[in-house]
């Protein structure tokens, strides 16, 4: 094992009882998460997950072979993940039922997003689960330094870092004793990002500004943007971007004569494959911006300096990385 496995593995983890290196994880097995304290008295052998980022790290994890089905996808899963992907149920590509979840009989429920199965679970609550022997995992990085209770997607009480979704690797290694391959995908994933900030830090982006489009409800309501804490301003803050948005929800709503006014100089974009909004099609995205008469004044739009990301680059996932890469790599090519 290289030192630098050794000095991950020993960092630590939010767990009840020691674990030394890489030795096989000891149950039963006690874990914090959430505000909720989780037994597991072996690897779960059954396990829905309600949201990608949840899915993609147990796929990274290799335990494809424990899962009963996924639900709430916002694009392809990653080819290296389709072996797997292949062999589970897609229980539904947006929000599951309860019912169609418990179903399942899951040992584990894991989700990316506390709203899925948090206090006011549009899915269920973690009580609901736990009552009927299914234990819940919640991505740290939708409920450490967020609170999910204010605004549509909660606000951030303290500004997002990369370490929230490393921490979440850590657990689940933990939890189906993999933690090898935890570390190594964690040591990949910090390598990368140093590596794309140190491209942007070249750049000297000091004087560059962005506004981030997600989707929106109906085109002719406010768009869903990036809030100043959440994942997609660690990306801009992480290359010295400045997000225009003042905002500490996570994708408030905000007016295009708002946006047009900061007059961002880039608009970075989600694509995406969901289909909830007509928004959420990046075509009718780059339509709207060139044919609005507010928008279509904005420099960004006019010298069309926008910058495509994946909408799962834009959130707590293993593909923020990719995202940081990308935007680095757009800020390269921009038409001055």
Same mark, same amino acid.
């Given at each position: 094992?290289?030192?630098?496995?050794?000095?991950?593995?020993?960092?630590?983890?939010?767990?009840?009882?020691?674990?030394?290196?890489?030795?096989?994880?000891?149950?039963?097995?006690?874990?914090?998460?959430?505000?909720?304290?989780?037994?597991?008295?072996?690897?779960?052998?059954?396990?829905?997950?309600?949201?990608?980022?949840?899915?993609?790290?147990?796929?990274?994890?290799?335990?494809?072979?424990?899962?009963?089905?996924?639900?709430?996808?916002?694009?392809?899963?990653?080819?290296?993940?389709?072996?797997?992907?292949?062999?589970?149920?897609?229980?539904?590509?947006?929000?599951?039922?309860?019912?169609?979840?418990?179903?399942?009989?899951?040992?584990?429920?894991?989700?990316?997003?506390?709203?899925?199965?948090?206090?006011?679970?549009?899915?269920?609550?973690?009580?609901?689960?736990?009552?009927?022997?299914?234990?819940?995992?919640?991505?740290?990085?939708?409920?450490?330094?967020?609170?999910?209770?204010?605004?549509?997607?909660?606000?951030?009480?303290?500004?997002?870092?990369?370490?929230?979704?490393?921490?979440?690797?850590?657990?689940?290694?933990?939890?189906?004793?993999?933690?090898?391959?935890?570390?190594?995908?964690?040591?990949?994933?910090?390598?990368?990002?140093?590596?794309? =900030?140190?491209?942007?830090?070249?750049?000297?982006?000091?004087?560059?500004?962005?506004?981030?489009?997600?989707?929106?409800?109906?085109?002719?309501?406010?768009?869903? =943007?990036?809030?100043?804490?959440?994942?997609?301003?660690?990306?801009?803050?992480?290359?010295?971007?400045?997000? =225009?948005?003042?905002?500490?929800?996570?994708?408030?709503?905000?007016?295009?004569?708002?946006?047009?006014?900061?007059?961002?100089?880039?608009?970075?974009?989600?694509?995406?494959?969901?289909?909830?909004?007509?928004?959420?099609?990046?075509?009718?995205?780059?339509?709207?911006?060139?044919?609005?008469?507010?928008?279509?004044?904005?420099?960004?739009?006019?010298?069309?300096?926008?910058?495509?990301?994946?909408?799962?680059?834009?959130?707590?996932?293993?593909?923020?990385?990719?995202?940081?890469?990308?935007?680095?790599?757009?800020?390269?090519?921009?038409?001055?």
């Amino acid at each position: 094992m290289t030192n630098r496995l050794f000095c991950l593995l020993a960092a630590g983890f939010s767990l009840v009882g020691t674990l030394t290196h890489a030795e096989a994880t000891r149950y039963p097995l006690t874990i914090d998460n959430c505000g909720f304290s989780l037994e597991f008295a072996a690897a779960p052998k059954n396990v829905v997950t309600i949201g990608q980022s949840s899915t993609e790290v147990l796929y990274a994890l290799g335990v494809g072979d424990h899962m009963a089905g996924t639900a709430l996808w916002f694009t392809a899963v990653l080819p290296e993940f389709k072996a797997q992907n292949d062999k589970v149920e897609r229980i539904n590509d947006n929000m599951p039922s309860f019912e169609s979840v418990i179903n399942k009989r899951p040992e584990l429920v894991a989700t990316q997003f506390e709203w899925m199965i948090g206090e006011q679970g549009v899915v269920g609550t973690r009580p609901q689960f736990h009552e009927l022997g299914a234990n819940t995992f919640i991505m740290p990085a939708d409920c450490e330094g967020k609170n999910n209770l204010v605004g549509a997607d909660g606000t951030r009480t303290a500004a997002f870092r990369s370490e929230l979704v490393h921490k979440g690797i850590q657990q689940l290694g933990v939890i189906f004793d993999r933690q090898d391959r935890a570390a190594e995908l964690i040591a990949s994933l910090r390598e990368r990002e140093a590596e794309a =900030v140190k491209r942007a830090q070249a750049l000297n982006l000091a004087d560059v500004s962005a506004a981030v489009w997600f989707s929106s409800a109906d085109l002719e309501l406010d768009p869903y =943007v990036a809030g100043q804490k959440g994942i997609p301003a660690y990306l801009l803050t992480s290359l010295g971007i400045r997000n =225009v948005v003042e905002s500490d929800e996570e994708w408030p709503t905000v007016g295009w004569e708002t946006i047009a006014r900061a007059n961002p100089s880039v608009l970075v974009l989600a694509k995406m494959d969901r289909r909830r909004f007509v928004a959420d099609d990046i075509e009718e995205k780059l339509k709207f911006l060139k044919s609005d008469p507010v928008t279509s004044q904005m420099d960004a739009v006019k010298n069309e300096r926008f910058i495509i990301l994946d909408a799962h680059e834009m959130q707590a996932t293993i593909r923020l990385v990719t995202g940081l890469e990308k935007l680095t790599d757009g800020m390269e090519n921009l038409p001055k």
